[in-house]
Structures are given as structure tokens and as C-alpha cells.
């Protein structure tokens, strides 16, 4: 298994580009994730945790303007959810965060396209807390690992705009780390 230290971006990017699959830590859980728009690398993040073939999972971006790049145009009002902090909104069928600081941003930046973020742990159980834990569930798969700090292990909040209505309605599909139902 190979390990990144989290200062090694443009590895880390490179081996992303490549269809390489990582466990990582994002801005809410451990992650795994790949080239989003690699299928192939995809499948395999889905056979690495055990995910049904047809699960959706979350992109991340470094900013609305690769949003909109990947996934067309968007409203005032979702653009202004996407700008929240551990907020996925779907956008076009999409589910998609924005990365707008830090190493993840950095990440994302270097990788310049979308990165799957799925929680690390395989289908049904508990999500890993340390890097150290990821190698060790994902040890007979074919990831690598990012060394990363603890995190605080609550995912993000998932909502979708109901444009049918005006004025647009907000539906929270998951309350997590993000906006929240109040």
C-alpha cells in the first residue's frame, strides 16, 4: 500500500490523474476517493468500500467556478449554499461541494478535476479516524493512504433546490456538519 504525507500534493494529484484510488482526509470525515470523472477509478472505489454499483457520490471542487465547469450553471440561491461550509448541494443531478481553503483545496487545485469523497469505510460500517485505520480496513485493496490528523468524524450536509416552486424551496435530504434543519 502506498502512503502520501499530506504535504506531497502534486504526488497525490498525479497519482489521482492516473486513476489511482486514495483514502484522504477531507474538510468533514476520511474519505476515499478518485478521479471523478474517471468510471473506471470510480468502480473502484465503489468495489473497494462495497457500494451498490448505482450509488451516487459527492465531487469535490475547489470553487463555484469549477462547479459550473462540471456540472453547467447554477442559481443565486444554490451558489449561495455551495459557499457554506460542509454543505453538498446537488446541482444538475449532481452532488457537489466546494473546497474553498486549506490542504483539501490545495489538493483539488493541483488534481484540477472533480475528487469523489465518499466516507472511508467499507459499505455499512463505522467511518475510519485515523489514516492509520484506513490502511489497516483497506489494506488488501488497491488504495493509498494520505497521512492525516484526527477529524471530528460528522459528514457533511446534503440539500437540493425544488425549482418548481418560487420561491425556490430548500429540501435537506442529510442534516450533518453543514446548514442545518433550524
Not at 95 to 111: D, E, P, Q
Amino acid at each position: 500500500m502506498k502512503i502520501f504525507r499530506h504535504h506531497e500534493i502534486k504526488k497525490i494529484a498525479d497519482y489521482v490523474k492516473q486513476g489511482g484510488v486514495i483514502i484522504y482526509p477531507t474538510d468533514t470525515v476520511w474519505g476515499i476517493g478518485c478521479h471523478a470523472l474517471n468510471q473506471d477509478a470510480v468502480q473502484k472505489v465503489k468495489l473497494a468500500k462495497g457500494k451498490p454499483n448505482d450509488a451516487q457520490l459527492i465531487w469535490l471542487l475547489p470553487s463555484i467556478n469549477a462547479v459550473m465547469l462540471h456540472c453547467g450553471q447554477i442559481t443565486p440561491e444554490e451558489k449561495r449554499m455551495l459557499l457554506k461550509k460542509r454543505t453538498s448541494v446537488i446541482i444538475n443531478g449532481q452532488a457537489v461541494r466546494v473546497i474553498r481553503s486549506g490542504w483539501l483545496n490545495r489538493l483539488l487545485t493541483a488534481c484540477k478535476v472533480p475528487l469523489v469523497a465518499t466516507s472511508a469505510n467499507l459499505h455499512g460500517q463505522s467511518v475510519i479516524t485515523s489514516w492509520r485505520q484506513g490502511a489497516m480496513v483497506f489494506a488488501e485493496q488497491d488504495v493509498a493512504v494520505v497521512r492525516g490528523r484526527k477529524l471530528k468524524q460528522v459528514a457533511s450536509s446534503l440539500v437540493q433546490f425544488d425549482h418548481n416552486q418560487v420561491p425556490a424551496q430548500i429540501k435537506i435530504l442529510r442534516p450533518g456538519s453543514g446548514i442545518s434543519i433550524d
